[in-house]
């Protein structure tokens, strides 16, 4: 057996290198190693192999997502175990990873299944293309006997000998975790350093750290990340637009033996935390019997209040999770017209839209929102759903901790305050602008509402508390969902007023 041990803030630990892959070790460790900002280091340490007797040392340094091994010694014929040159110089990015991670996620979970669904397909180019560029092969070209073998195709994703590294530290770090005994970093020192403990022991970038700790304060930042960190639960949105009920969709899950609980929050609603394979296989999102939403999501169209007849802008809409919630509650009276500057993501909404028998009161425009021109025409009501940082959603989405850079955070204030410009510009006197995200960060959701009211006095704050239980109501007016304390995503939204004349 061959021996390993990581390197990590000082401590020493061993691995094993016979473990195979382990389904429910594969989130949060590989998670861990492959996004840990804090170096670990591993390496290899002479030792008998029981099997073909042969010795290598190897050294594996992830340092900021980067895992790289070289091997010596002979195993199978790859090695030359006559030198300590390493023949074999094993390289896994952090986009392989990732990519890697994504897929065990589809197979494990059924996260990112709209990626690989009938749906998907030919659509959503962006996420679609990330994945097929990092992996090296088109994932849309393979059939469904072959989307079940995720983990096959994720190991094959690494290259040859270092998935076995990669399982193996896996799972010795699950163990270790299990155990309660990671070698994790003391928490002391100043403030960045305490960061920088918290980001290795947490996983997550050491400037969301930095910025949790100051809004939230260090206790609610912990469980936040630890929220994240968490295997996430989704839930079912009943397409009550095709006059399928909630009803109907418990029915449905209890014959197809997917466990559910009813929302506490919304009438259309269900979570399930196992079993969307089972739902996607039963083609019930393919029918447009219900869409995979989350609740967070589902109420800030219940902030937008849509009433029979409205006629409402969607200005961000794609790939349309509100803007087809909003044309179920319109009962087939009035109209949505929805915008979005993405032409792949804008025709995921189309074909959703037909397939859930709304499309005759969706109209949709692929344009840019600041130069959009509506004829003059305004609306009942305008959504900006705007493009923002997402760190209300990172349990979903392993990888976009990241991605992510603080400076982002500069450009996409700088988009919503432009957008929520021009997204005013489309609502009638006497009207309502809802500006919605899925971040948690209140530079990007209650400062740019400030902001705006300053920039336009003709519009004034109508609290939420008509709309959602005061749970999600803050003290400001706004709709706010917590992960850690309502279980749902974090999401932002705010109901401006303008003035009748
Ligand atoms: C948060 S997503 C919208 C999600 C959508 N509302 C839903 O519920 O499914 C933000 C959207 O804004 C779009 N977007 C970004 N910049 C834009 C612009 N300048 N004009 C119009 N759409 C834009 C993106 O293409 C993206 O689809």
């Given amino acids: 057996m061959e021996a390993v041990s990581i390197l990590h803030n000082n401590t020493t630990v061993s691995i094993s290198m016979h473990c195979t892959l382990s389904a429910r070790v594969v989130n949060p460790a590989v998670h861990r190693v492959f996004s840990s900002t804090s170096a670990p280091v591993v390496k290899h340490s002479k030792e008998t192999n029981s099997r073909n007797n042969s010795a290598k040392t190897s050294t594996i340094t992830t340092k ?41 996620r589809i197979q494990l979970g059924g996260a990112f299944s709209d990626l690989l669904n009938e749906q998907g397909k030919g659509s959503g180019d962006n996420e679609m293309g990330y994945v097929e560029r990092t992996l090296g092969f088109r994932t849309r070209d393979l059939d469904d006997r072959d989307l079940r073998l995720n983990v096959k ?29 990671l070698p994790a970093p003391k928490v002391d020192g100043n403030d960045r350093q305490q960061a920088r403990a918290l980001a290795t022991i947490h996983s997550h970038p050491v400037w969301m750290v ?58 259309d609603f269900v979570r399930i935390r196992t079993g969307m394979q089972v739902v996607i296989q039963a083609g019930l999102l393919k029918r447009g019997l ?55 993501r804008l025709r995921i909404l189309k074909e ?53 850079r603080v400076e982002d955070m500069e450009q996409l204030k700088s988009l919503q305050d ?45 609290p939420v508390d008509k709309y959602v239980s005061s749970d999600f109501v803050t003290v400001d007016g706004f709709y706010s969902s917590n992960p850690v304390k309502h279980s749902t995503d974090g999401a932002f939204a705010a109901r401006l007023l303008r003035r009748s004349s």
């Avoid at 091997?71 to 074999?88: D, E, H, Y």
């Fill in 290 to 344: 219900c869409s995979v939403q989350d609740e967070s999501a589902g109420m800030v169209v219940t902030v937008v209040d849509p009433k029979p007849g409205d006629r409402i802008i969607d200005c961000c809409a794609a790939p349309g999770g509100k803007t087809l919630f909003m044309a179920s509650r319109l009962n087939g009276q009035g109209s949505i017209c929805a915008i979005d500057i993405n032409k792949g």
């Fill in 352 to 404: 959703t839209a037909k397939l859930q028998e709304v499309d005759h009161i969706i109209t949709t425009n692929n344009a840019d929102l600041r130069a959009f021109d509506n004829n003059g025409t305004k609306a009942d009501k305008v959504l900006l759903d705007a493009p923002c940082s997402g760190l209300g959603v990172l349990s979903k989405r392993a990888d976009l901790r990241w991605n992510r």
């Fill in 210 to 267: 930095r910025r949790w700790t100051k809004y939230l304060g260090l206790e609610e930042a912990i469980k936040l990340m630890m929220w994240n960190n968490a295997d996430p639960c989704f839930s079912l949105r009943a397409n009550t637009g095709k006059g399928f009920t909630r009803e109907d969709l418990v029915t449905e899950l209890e014959m197809l033996k997917v466990p559910y609980e009813l929302s506490p929050h919304l009438d």
């Fill in 64 to 104: 900021e997502g980067h895992l790289q091994a070289s091997t010596t010694g002979s195993r199978k014929g790859q090695f030359n175990g006559a030198s300590n040159t390493p023949k074999l110089y094993l390289d896994v990015s952090p986009h392989r990873a990732v990519s890697a991670v994504r897929l065990m």
């Fill in 153 to 181: 195709l994720a190991k094959a994703a690494l290259r040859l000998g270092a998935g076995n590294m990669v399982n193996a530290f896996l799972r010795k770090l699950a163990l270790l975790k299990e155990n309660n005994s």
């Fill in 418 to 462: 432009s957008l929520l410009d021009s997204a005013s510009a489309l609502v009638k006197p006497g009207g309502v602008l809802i500006y919605s995200t899925c971040s948690i960060d209140p530079e990007e959701n209650e400062e740019r509402i400030a902001a705006f009211l300053l920039r336009n006095p003709e519009f004034s704050v109508d």
